[in-house]
């Protein structure tokens, strides 16, 4: 692989360091003006100036046109895997249905299940494919993406099947979640534990021994799992080896920060209606909160305490829960918008809430999240003369050039 070296850059910003980012830290982003960035064998070389052509060999070189290059943008948080839209159903939201009095209809996530059961292994590949490639021009390079609209065995391992080809044909990096506990499945109506049992009897050894997935997580909401049930299911999860989220108090307050904090989760998401208790366990038990403000937009809920969580010393991360249901968009400018505008986020927090916090929940950020010397070279250059344009300029797409490991993905 060829060296890149990219020039005439108006700027670079960046978080620096390896974990999250509490507290007023996460508004420290380091500014360099006019860098020359010099990648090597898919790593950041090094950041430097003009010095960097000499000690480039034979490179391909880059014009960064006077832009900004920022790290790439991790997405920890979607459910990119699925059959089928639900537009009828966001029709009735906006005459002023509740998405639960739509779930309990028997819609919702029971709709998107028998959908994705229906379509094929290549169907939901070649779907996922498009949007992996639309999400690369929005300048992500990492994304997360759960199961849990198949809620049986067979169309469980089939998403994260799907996922799992989709990271091996790149471009960008998938990190699969395996959340089959995201509803509990007509068959197994009334009968939540039996469901759960299942999951770790029959589906559990196969993700295991294929290799399938990183993380667990599970949705603990009334009607669907009580804390009771997501403990000892999460307890399960962990002891196969897998790393720990949990969507916890996006419609109510069931305690699900908390129980985050108890089981030291890598992340805890949502976080809509999370109470100052558990807020506060979490900061003592370095529970990332991945927070979703397209999804409380689309579901006119009032937005997760961005401000109060970064005030308290929380490492805020920002996803943006793609999905068919309560976010069908994974816009990333309008993602940082809301979270400026409506959540009270300063455009370096905005920034590290979208790179370093973000690879933290997926326990990536000693390797990405930071444009740092000997990390991966996940980069974007946007239209801009600095980073504060993507709060400024907000709801455009500034992105112009995506790099995954030193590679142009999106020109
Ligand atoms: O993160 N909260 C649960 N799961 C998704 C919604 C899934 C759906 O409506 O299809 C979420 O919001
Ligand atoms: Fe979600």
């Not at 505008?341 to 690879?359: C, D, F, K, Q, R």
Request: glycine share 10%; net charge negative.
């Amino acid at each position: 692989m060829k060296d890149l070296l990219i020039k005439n850059l108006a700027s670079l910003a960046t978080n620096r360091g390896k974990g999250p980012r509490g507290g007023q830290s996460m508004g420290e982003i380091h500014e360099i003006i006019h860098p020359w960035v010099l990648v090597r064998d898919g790593k950041i070389h090094r950041i430097g100036g003009e010095e960097l052509e000499k000690e480039a060999l034979d490179a391909q070189i880059l014009d960064g046109e006077g832009k900004t290059l920022l790290p790439g943008f991790v997405d920890p948080h979607t459910h990119l895997v699925f059959g089928g839209t639900r537009e009828e159903e966001f029709s009735m939201r906006l005459r002023g249905e509740s998405y639960m009095a739509i779930m309990e209809k028997g819609g919702g996530i029971k709709y998107t299940v028998q959908k994705t059961r229906e379509k094929s292994f290549e169907e939901l590949l070649a779907s996922g494919k498009k949007t992996l490639q639309s999400m690369a021009e929005m300048g992500i390079t990492t994304v997360e993406a759960k199961s849990g609209y198949g809620l049986d065995k067979e169309t469980e391992l089939k998403q994260l099947r799907v996922a799992k080809a989709l990271q091996e044909a790149g471009p960008l990096e998938v990190v699969s979640t395996f959340m089959g506990a995201h509803d509990i499945p007509l068959e197994y109506k009334g009968r939540d534990r039996a469901f759960l049992d299942y999951l770790v009897e029959e589906v559990l050894p196969v993700v295991k021994e294929e290799n399938l997935a990183e993380f667990g997580d599970i949705f603990t909401e009334k009607n669907v799992f009580t804390v009771e049930d997501s403990r000892a299911y999460l307890l399960k999860m962990r002891e196969a080896g897998l790393k720990l989220k949990i969507h916890a108090d996006e419609i109510n307050d069931l305690g699900g920060a908390s129980l985050a904090a108890e089981l030291s989760l890598t992340s805890a998401d949502h976080l809509l209606k999370a109470n100052d208790e558990g807020l506060r366990k979490m900061k003592e038990s370095g529970v990332i909160p991945v927070l979703l403000p397209l999804t409380a937009f689309s579901l006119k809920e009032d937005f997760a305490r961005a401000r109060e969580m970064i005030d308290m010393g929380l490492p805020v991360a920002m996803g943006t829960d793609y999905n068919p249901g309560s976010c069908y968009s994974f816009s990333v400018p309008l993602m940082i918008a809301l979270g400026a505008l409506y959540m009270g986020m300063s455009p370096e927090e905005a920034l590290t809430a979208v790179t370093l916090n973000s690879a933290a929940a997926l326990d990536r950020a000693d390797r990405i999240g930071t444009i740092e010397e000997g990390k991966d070279a996940d980069l974007v250059l946007i239209d801009a003369p600095s980073y504060r344009f993507l709060t400024y300029h907000f709801g455009m797409n500034l992105v112009t050039t995506t790099i995954k490991q030193g590679k142009i993905i999106y020109n």
